[in-house]
Nanobody, 117 residues
Framework: VQLVESGGGLVQAGGSLRLSCVVS????????MGWYRQAPGKERELVAR???????TYADSAKGRFTISRDDAKSTAYLQMSRLKPEDTAVYYC????????????WGQGTQVTVSS
């Protein structure tokens, strides 16, 4: 199974970005997908996750600014990020599995998001 992220880049504070994650190679539908991020010197942390037919879950830092969605027909998950802050600067990783609450089965390679002040 491969996860390929795109959409990262450099943006000014207050701006927006949309990340995409395309899943390929899975024999079965992916139940849970999510986005994590890792800033320099910090641990990887959950940003948002969504299960098939379920309610999205967001980190407190993402609530009200980020929206996770998925298009199963395209095997793609999205993270729409708005009102970005310099502290959102990190490498953003797509994740997939049966239940991301317990474990991540697959990781993408990551995409850099840099927010300038």
């Amino acid at each position: 199974v491969q996860l390929v992220e795109s959409g990262g880049g450099l943006v000014q504070a207050g701006g927006s970005l949309r990340l995409s994650c395309v899943v390929s190679g899975s024999e079965y539908p992916i139940n849970s997908m999510g986005w994590y991020r890792q800033a320099p010197g910090k641990e990887r942390e959950l940003v948002a996750r969504i299960s098939s037919g379920g309610t999205p879950t967001y980190a407190d830092s993402a609530k009200g600014r980020f929206t996770i969605s998925r298009d199963d027909a395209k095997s793609t998950a999205y993270l729409q990020m708005s009102r970005l802050k310099p502290e959102d600067t990190a490498v953003y990783y797509c994740a997939a599995g049966w239940d991301l609450t317990y474990d991540v089965d697959y990781w993408g390679q990551g995409t850099q998001v840099t927010v300038s002040s």
